[in-house]
């Protein structure tokens, strides 16, 4: 099925890395403060939006008293925030703990630069892209972006001498890095198809079909990873309230500093789904039956489909917040490293085979078929491996319960040895009637 499609008027109008690196200055500062205006304004917006859409769908009203339909209750909070005292914790190291609110916010930005709106337009008698910038490898300046801004959460945590925010940074580093591969991971197999790792031209790369549809399994992944690397429910286990009071942010009170940081939070939602929207779900391009629309995906038209993608991609995020519950860690981190990063091993090593000999053999029908043993054999050894480890897990469980076994008719075994103590009072005394 074709999901998208374009007119040869409207591939003359796709952007390409050559396209990029010859606006004037002003048309680059100009769309750098659109980009601005765009995030600033959809983290006000994104959190009137996910309190009124959690509330709609837990039977309540939501924000309903500041402005109409409770629009202004963001601006109200952050004006609240602006005003409180900056309190500053005993001990705390002064210019890390200013410093880490910043570290969380700028990354975002950066990260949501090489995302692309739309094709090249005309922007005040000036023809150029709606992209800030587009780099050879966008994809890596991505997640490296991503890996940059946990910096901010773990000094967030070591500066404020407090255990439970550094608990809660240390388990943000884990996190991150163990999503971070996976999400990397989910990626080669559109490198693959794509032939590059520049947004503009993976965009291009989705004309006919969408990288959601072509690669299930990467796109799947990435849908899981997107939670672990934004850290939102049910995978924030850095800000864990039941065990953390509130993770790496304990020690920032409501002020500008805990402003940042929230907002900090929301930019790398929306960065994850701009991402998913670029790679995966076609980017600016019309969806089906729009794209038969010759105009479609032509002028300032496929701004408004990338919105509609991305406003589609964030309420799904609220949706599971709304729904799931909050894993434990150990699930968390068994997640990622024993069956996220193995089944995107398996689906890049099949990816690879299959795009080898349809490309350069052009047997399609030999192609398929290898694809289909590999993943047969793949699946085969992992469930070797689930037989193994659960195996185990029995073996574990029936350890503990001949413990308990023990511990039914020995209350001391296995406890710490004491001393006999001679109680007069228990003089003459059998033991079994102590």
């Known amino acids: 099925m074709t999901l998208t499609g374009t007119t040869g008027a409207a591939l003359a109008a796709d952007p390409t890395l050559a396209d990029f690196g010859h606006d004037p200055l002003w048309i680059t500062i100009v769309k750098a403060v659109m980009l601005f205006v765009f995030l600033g304004l959809g983290v006000v917006f994104g959190v009137w939006f996910e309190r009124k859409l959690i509330a709609r769908m837990q039977h309540r009203y939501g924000p309903n008293r500041a402005g109409r339909f409770g629009l202004l209750q963001s601006v ?18 002064r210019v890390l703990y200013l410093l880490a609110p910043v570290i969380m916010v700028v990354p975002a930005f950066l990260a949501f630069s090489i995302v692309p709106f739309g094709p090249v337009v005309n922007l005040f008698g000036v023809q150029t892209p709606l992209q800030l910038v587009d780099l050879p490898v966008a994809v890596l300046f991505m997640l490296a972006m991503g ?78 990873c997107m939670f672990g690397e934004a850290a939102r429910i049910p995978f924030d286990l850095p800000e864990g309230e039941g065990e953390l009071v509130g993770g790496f942010q304990t020690e920032y009170s409501s002020s500008l500093k805990f402003a940042l940081i929230m907002m900090g939070e929301y930019l790398h939602t929306f960065t994850a789904s701009g991402i998913a929207v670029t790679l995966f779900l076609g980017g600016w391009r019309a ?34 917040r709304a729904s799931l519950p909050r894993v434990r860690y150990d699930q968390l981190m068994s997640l990622g490293w024993k069956v996220l990063i193995p089944v995107n091993l398996a689906w890049i090593l099949l990816v690879a085979a299959v795009r080898n000999v349809v490309v350069n053999d052009g047997n399609r029908t030999l192609g398929i078929g290898l694809g289909v043993v590999i993943v047969i054999g793949a699946l085969a050894i992992w469930m070797r491996f689930d037989t193994v480890g659960q195996r185990r897990k029995e073996a574990k469980k029936a350890q503990v319960e001949a413990e308990f076994e023990q511990l039914s008719e020995e209350p001391t075994a296995g406890g710490f040895p004491v001393p006999p103590l001679d109680l007069p009072h228990y003089h003459g005394v059998q033991r079994d009637r102590v």
């Open 76 to 93: 109200a909070d952050a004006i609240k925030m602006g005003l409180k005292e900056d309190l500053f914790p005993r001990n705390v190291d």
């Open 147 to 224: 890996a940059v801004s946990v910096y901010g959460v773990v000094l967030a945590g070591w500066s404020s001498r407090s255990p439970y925010a550094l608990l809660g940074g240390l388990r943000s580093a884990a996190q991150v890095v163990s999503y971070e591969i996976a999400m990397g991971l989910s990626f080669v197999a559109i490198f693959l198809f794509a032939g590059t790792l520049s947004t503009s031209e993976i965009v291009k790369a989705q004309e006919q079909t969408w990288f959601a549809v072509l690669l299930i399994p990467s796109f799947l992944v990435y849908v899981i």
């Open 287 to 320: 969806p089906f039956p729009i794209s038969l629309w010759d105009g479609a995906n032509q002028g300032w038209w496929p701004v408004l489909w990338f919105f509609i993608k991305f406003v589609l991609t964030f309420c799904f995020i609220v949706w599971v």
